[in-house]
């Protein structure tokens, strides 16, 4: 079966005149994986996409742990500096988005005909 594409006698196009064919190109699957190596992977792609254990290859081992802490649990890092005052703000703002969000979530449901304790 040829597939064939239209082309208008205004559109430029890299093909040679007169071939208006459509070229596809068939893309091959991946190597196969050992299925712990690929959770492995996995997992380090969705928590470490980012890498943030890379720059402590030269540091001491106890070193290594404080940071590599820190890079897991941020709030180990910022969490000396909070303070009442960022305490009341974060309340706020999250009693205002679950004020707006909650509602929503409700009106989807019931647009979706479900019962409103699945939008929660």
């Known amino acids: 079966m040829k597939v064939v594409e239209e082309m208008g006698s205004n559109n430029a196009s890299s093909h040679v005149k007169g071939d208006h064919t459509?070229?596809?190109?068939?893309?091959?699957?991946?190597?196969?994986?050992?299925?712990?190596?690929?959770?492995?992977?996995?997992?380090?792609?969705?928590?470490?996409?980012?890498?943030?254990?890379?720059?402590?290859?030269?540091?001491?081992?106890?070193?290594?742990?404080?940071?590599?802490?820190?890079?897991?649990?941020?709030?180990l890092e910022w969490g000396r500096d909070y303070s009442f005052h960022k305490f009341r703000g974060d309340l706020v703002s999250g009693l205002t988005i679950a004020s707006l969000c909650i509602p929503q979530d409700i009106a989807y449901a019931k647009l979706a005909n479900l019962d409103p304790q699945y939008a929660l």
């Open 22 to 75: 459509l070229h596809i190109h068939k893309v091959g699957a991946p190597p196969k994986q050992k299925l712990v190596k690929g959770i492995k992977d996995a997992a380090r792609e969705t928590f470490f996409s980012d890498h943030p254990l890379c720059h402590l290859n030269d540091k001491p081992i106890s070193r290594k742990l404080v940071l590599g802490l820190k890079a897991v649990f941020p709030i």
